[in-house]
Nanobody
C-alpha cells in the first residue's frame, strides 16, 4: 500500500517562506507525476502544483501561486518538495501531496498557517 507522509508546515508571517516535503513509500515513485494540493477550512481540496515524471521534467502551477511556489522532486529519495516563498494569509491551508493521476490514499497533510 502506498503511504504518503507530508512535513514542513508551520506558522509563518506574511512574506515568509516554507519548504514542504512529501515522502512516498510502497510505489515506484519515479514513474508517477506528482502534485501538491491544499485544502482551506470549509473549502474543497485544490491543485496547487504539478510535476511530471521521467526525463525532461515539466511543472504547472495554479495561478494563485505562480511565481511564488516551486515544485521539485528527488526520485532517489522518493520525495517531492514544495518551496513556498512570499507567503500570503490566503495560502493558509492543509497541504497534501499525491499522484497527479488516480490518487493514492491521502496522507495526513501538513498545516501551513500564514499570519502576523
Amino acid at each position: 500500500q502506498v503511504q504518503l507522509v507530508e512535513s514542513g508546515g508551520g506558522l509563518v508571517q506574511p512574506g515568509g517562506s516554507l519548504r514542504l516535503s512529501c515522502a512516498a513509500s510502497g510505489t515506484i515513485f519515479s514513474l508517477y507525476a506528482m502534485a501538491w494540493y491544499r485544502q482551506a477550512p470549509g473549502k474543497q481540496r485544490d491543485l496547487v502544483a504539478f510535476i511530471t515524471s521521467g526525463s525532461g521534467l515539466s511543472t504547472k502551477y495554479a495561478d494563485s501561486v505562480k511565481g511564488r511556489f516551486t515544485i521539485s522532486r528527488d526520485n532517489a529519495k522518493n520525495t517531492v518538495y514544495l518551496q513556498m516563498n512570499s507567503l500570503k494569509p490566503e495560502d493558509t491551508a492543509v497541504y497534501y501531496c499525491n499522484s497527479a493521476g488516480s490518487p493514492w490514499p491521502w496522507g495526513q497533510g501538513t498545516q501551513v498557517t500564514v499570519s502576523s
